[in-house]
T-cell receptor, first 118, second 108 residues
Framework: EAQVTQNPRYLITVTGKKLTVTCSQN?????MSWYRQDPGLGLRQIYYSMNVEVTDKGDVPEGYKVSRKEKRNFPLILESPSPNQTSLYFC?????????????????FGPGTRLLVL | KNEVEQSPQNLTAQEGEFITINCSYSVGISALHWLQQHPGGGIVSLFM???GKKKHGRLIATINIQEKHSSLHITASHPRDSAVYICAVGGSQGNLIFGKGTKLSVKP
């Protein structure tokens, strides 16, 4: 089954304690991305990757790191979480990058990770 | 100025009504993506459009590239259609830009 998995699904942590949210896809997709969703602000892109070892900043990259060492995995790292990073996080993947999307393209989303930073 | 604007922000309808959600964008795109977010939070892809019209069941999506506008229509709406509908377009750098979403509530 084609899917994007994220772990953990729920996380409560304290300010400054490093954490990693994992993301994995089983579709051999080139493009992977992390988003955060906040009330009133909608979905915003944190980082994206167009292929292995290629990552770029999205709209809200401050306080986050990513890596793409293998095609299937795209972990999101919060080195020193702060309360303003409390949010709902989604990982997603698609075969090609958005500039090359065609009508048969699909972006698959992970189930989301709810993070609370105290 | 937001590069992707959705309207309305909130929409309440009676079961059976015809619903239209609009998305306007200001950037050049290769395709526009309509997404549905269920009350539980999960996001699913509905349509990817680069021209014309697509139909899936009671959902129809149209796009006018010249006018930079897309619409999502739901015919014979049902309470199970209650969700947040989000449009997204790809930027020129490989990034993705989202509208803020339209929260639809369909009453029985």
């Amino acid at each position: 089954e084609a899917q994007v998995t994220q772990n953990p699904r729920y996380l409560i942590t304290v300010t400054g304690k490093k954490l990693t949210v994992t993301c994995s896809q089983n579709m051999n997709h080139e493009y992977m991305s992390w988003y955060r969703q906040d009330p009133g602000l909608g979905l915003r892109q944190i980082y994206y990757s167009m292929n292995v070892e290629v990552t770029d900043k999205g709209d809200v990259p401050e306080g986050y790191k990513v890596s793409r060492k293998e095609k299937r995995n795209f972990p999101l790292i919060l080195e020193s979480p702060s309360p303003n990073q409390t949010s709902l996080y989604f990982c997603a993947s698609s075969l090609r990058r958005p500039q090359f999307w065609g009508p048969q393209e699909t972006q698959y989303f992970g189930p989301g990770t709810r993070l609370l930073v105290l | 100025k937001n590069e992707v604007e959705q309207s309305p922000q909130n929409l309440t309808a009676q079961e059976g009504e015809f619903i239209t959600i609009n998305c306007s964008y200001s950037v050049g795109i290769s395709a526009l993506h309509w997404l549905q977010q269920h009350p539980g939070g999960g996001i699913v892809s509905l349509f990817m459009l680069s021209s014309g019209k697509k139909k899936h069941g009671r959902l129809i999506a149209t796009i006018n590239i010249q006018e930079k506008h897309s619409s999502l229509h739901i015919t014979a709406s049902h309470p199970r259609d209650s969700a947040v509908y989000i449009c997204a377009v790809g930027g020129s750098q490989g990034n993705l830009i989202f509208g803020k979403g339209t929260k639809l509530s369909v009453k029985p």
